[in-house]
């Protein structure tokens, strides 16, 4: 692994910055995002091809039921290296998903949440997905869906591991690269918010 200082901060050489953007409803959008490193020499189109292999491989029927076509859009990669963005890429995330009822509101969402052996808040990371159809949940939380995307997430993650890119944590770091790598992803049943997908409120007033 090489690094390179500037403007006083330490880059690892080769990092991917992904963000999955959806469109659950007409004009309005949502985006997810995370972060991967590697020391293999490679694009912003191949890891692109990487991440639709993984989601496809990934997938399973309670995870195409749990979302409407459309919330999963594109996948866009910004391709580092030391420290420089030298490419970018987009394309479309794997069709297949088959719920049909109303969604959630946009920016009430399931939310991965990742550990690092970093026991500080620097050493947590959220991936938030994309806003659920409601026939995903129950009264009172997720119905099954908990379960359902622990699964996928893992599986996303390790087929990513299989090409050397490893999900990490945390700003441009110094120090040690492992205190950082995510070890355990946490999934709970009840859903998130996002606020900066909060769409524009409008409000009626009444004089008393």
């Known amino acids: 692994m090489s690094f390179r200082f500037a403007d006083n901060v330490c880059y690892m050489a080769n990092v991917a910055k992904v963000k999955i953007v959806g469109q659950p409803l007409a004009g309005v959008f949502t985006s997810s995002g995370f972060k991967l490193l590697t020391d293999e020499a490679l694009d912003a189109e191949t890891v ?3 991440l639709q292999d ?23 990669v910004d391709w580092y290296e030391a420290g420089v963005l030298v ?3 987009t ?3 794997p069709a297949g998903h088959d719920a049909s009822g109303a969604i ?18 620097s050493g947590r990371g959220r991936f ?9 949940i129950t009264t009172g939380g997720a119905n099954g869906s908990a379960s359902v995307i622990a699964d996928w997430a893992q599986e996303f993650f390790q087929a990513l591991a299989l090409n050397d890119l490893t999900v990490y944590v945390g700003p441009s770091m110094t120090g040690s690269l492992s ?16 606020d900066r997908r909060k769409q524009v409120e409008d409000y009626e007033d009444r004089t008393l």
Request: glycine residues 6%.
């Open 87 to 89: 490419g970018q890429a």
């Open 128 to 136: 938030y997905l994309p806003p659920a159809s409601k026939d995903a």
């Open 48 to 50: 692109v091809g990487f």
């Open 54 to 76: 993984a989601f496809t491989n990934a997938r399973n029927s309670g995870f195409d039921h749990t979302w409407n076509a459309g919330v999963w859009d594109s996948f866009s």
């Open 104 to 121: 959630m509101p946009v920016n009430t969402c399931p939310v991965v949440s990742l550990y690092t052996p970093t026991l500080s808040r």
């Open 179 to 194: 205190s950082h790598w995510v070890t355990k992803i946490r999934v709970g049943n009840q859903f998130d918010h996002q």
């Open 91 to 93: 394309d479309d995330v």
